[in-house]
């Protein structure tokens, strides 16, 4: 599986934009770049997907550089709610790689 | 839907016993995967079942593990003569995987088991 690198921890104050960076550059042409968050004594959940154009949800925004070697997940006004692990993930569930390979992740501290 | 369900949340078991836990997946999904999580460590994938069949086993599933699915629906993981390297959170996690589309796996809450 291609490799993701993220910082291992990052703080943010309540309301404030948190651009969380993602490195991966040994993506394959058919990798999709998967965000998932943990938040304390939860299972993982999704956050959000990209391929190669940007990408908003209710939850976030997905920045993916032109080269694909590096995205940023950005959560426009963090809250406290929004604390929690976070990965980056690359995946295909329409090839064969069907398990999510998570790696750390970064720890986002939300500050009131 | 009230979303994948695992039980039971936490079990505490001496060394040497056996250990069975259960998954509900979100009704209809038709995956359904099993991952562990250490302390510190993002969730490692254990292994996953298509419907009813089994299709691939990490190798961290050692022959004390095993899992089931029967009829595709609910799954069991059990763990015989458990070891204290055992400890850990234990995830389930289902999808619906559609052609042409990218999978999102919905998580449950986790068994955290405690070996004595």
Redesign the interface.
């Known amino acids: 599986d291609a490799k993701t690198t993220q910082p291992n921890s990052m703080e943010s104050n309540e309301e404030e934009p948190v651009h969380l960076p993602c490195n991966h550059s040994t993506i394959s042409g058919t990798d999709y770049i998967h965000w998932y968050r943990q938040l304390p004594s939860q299972g993982p959940e999704y956050v959000i997907h990209g391929l190669t154009s940007n990408v908003n949800n209710r939850m976030a925004s997905l920045a993916i550089a032109e080269d694909r070697k590096s995205s940023t997940l950005i959560l426009h006004r963090a809250t406290l709610r929004d604390a929690a692990v976070y990965y980056c993930i690359l995946h295909n569930s329409g090839g064969s790689n069907y398990k999510l390979t998570f790696g750390k992740g970064t720890l986002l501290t939300v500050n009131p | 839907d009230t979303g994948?369900s695992q039980n039971p949340r936490h079990k505490i078991t001496k060394r040497g016993q056996n250990v069975t836990f259960r998954c509900d997946p979100i009704s209809e999904h038709n995956?359904l995967?099993w991952?562990r999580q250490t302390l510190?460590?993002?969730?490692?994938?254990l292994t996953?079942f298509q419907n009813e069949a089994q299709l691939?086993k990490s190798r961290l599933l050692s022959d004390r593990f095993s899992a089931e699915r029967p009829k595709g629906s609910f799954s069991t993981l059990e763990i015989q003569r458990t070891e204290q390297g055992d400890s850990a959170m234990y995830?389930?996690?289902s999808?619906w995987?559609t052609?042409?589309?990218?999978?999102?796996?919905?998580?449950?809450?986790?068994t955290r088991l405690l070996v004595l």
């Open positions: 994948v995956r995967y991952y510190g460590q993002g969730p490692e994938f996953y691939e995830l389930c996690a999808s995987l052609r042409g589309s990218q999978e999102t796996q919905y998580f449950g809450p986790g």
